[in-house]
Every structure is written in structure tokens, then in C-alpha cells.
């Protein structure tokens, strides 16, 4: 079930940064640190089988140039670039609307949060509500760990447990503050709607009222 979610997580990584600019294999590598790297674990080895099986499904394509002498032929693999098909358009999409628990999960997390700026604003919202309240079920867990074990653990034991706390309680505070922003900007975007609806309607009434030349 693990190397599912890894799969899928660098089946979005991998179609996100595509969906970018078209990449050299190399540089798809470097990114993907970028974008992984700084939330899991991320092994360059799974990077081409998972091009391989994204090409197998008509999501990505390669760019060959031309190769005519034996260093061009030896170097083939380093000027391959993948692009996105329309497929994988398509599948990227779909990819960014959902928001069960996988997106909010430690493995996919970082990567959902990643590409929020291709994200609905509504998906982004549930992907944050959804983290922050896994994230307080680990926070009551650490506490309740604390009180038992406080009297029976040794000072470094106790330090790091107060430091997984602590990082606990630092990014429930920072989706806090993403949740507010993103209410807000929710709330603003829906009242200027309302308010362009409201100037539609008034225009339509302006224009109804009017007489006509041959009332005239």
C-alpha cells in the first residue's frame, strides 16, 4: 500500500512539473528534489520507471531531435523531453481535485500543497481543513504520550518528545493562518460575484426600461 501512495505522489510530481515547461530527464530529476525532497525521501531510481509507465498510458510523450553519429545515439537518453499529452492534461486534473485523506497524509501532503496554485480553491480548502485536523488527532496523541511517560523517561527522551510536539503545534498554527487567508479570499471572490450578478441585473432592468424607437 506505501509504494501505491509513493507511486501516485510522483505520478502528480511528475505530471505537475510537465505540465510546467517540457523537461530533460535530468532536469525532471532536479526538480523533483525540489519538490519532494524537501517532504520525503525521494529515490531517482523510481524516477524512469515511472516515466516509463506514464508513457505506456499515453500521458506523457518523448521529443527525440535528430541523431545521426555515435555520440549523438550514446547521449540519446540525456536529450529526450517529456512533454504532456492532452491525456495527461487530463489526468493531472483530476489528480488536483482530489482531497480525500491521501492529500492530506504525510506522503502526499507537501506535493498536493505543492501545485495549490493549479489547485481549485475549494479543494485547497479541504485539503488544508483535512491536514490540520489529522495533524490535531497527532497533537492530543503526543500530549496523552507526554502525561503518561513525563515521570518515567529521561531528559534528552523528554526534549524530543516536547520537540515533535512543538513542530506539531508550529504547523497547526501556520494552517491556521492558510485557512483563514484562504476563507477570506473565498469570502471576497463570492461577493464580488454577487456584486457583478447585482450590476448585471440592474443593467438588464436599465435596458428592459428603455423605449424602444417604435414606442416612440
Known sequence: MAAK?????LELAV????????????????RLNVVLGMFRAFSYGSLYPCLKQLLANGLIMEDRPEEHTALA???RRSKIVYKLTADGKERLQELLTEAGPASWEDEGFGVRFAFF???RADVRLRILEGRRSRLEERLEAFRAALARTRERVDSYTLEL????????????????????RERAEQEQAEQQQAERKKQDRSSETTTQDMPRDHDR
Open 5 to 9: 501512495k509513493g507511486a501516485g505522489v
Open 15 to 30: 505530471l505537475g512539473l510537465l505540465h510546467e515547461s517540457p523537461m530533460h530527464g535530468y532536469e525532471l530529476r532536479k
Open 73 to 75: 545515439l550514446q547521449s
Open 117 to 119: 496554485s493549479h489547485t
Open 161 to 180: 518528545q516536547n520537540h515533535g510536539l512543538e513542530s506539531v503545534e508550529r504547523e497547526v498554527r501556520w494552517l491556521n493562518e492558510l485557512i483563514g
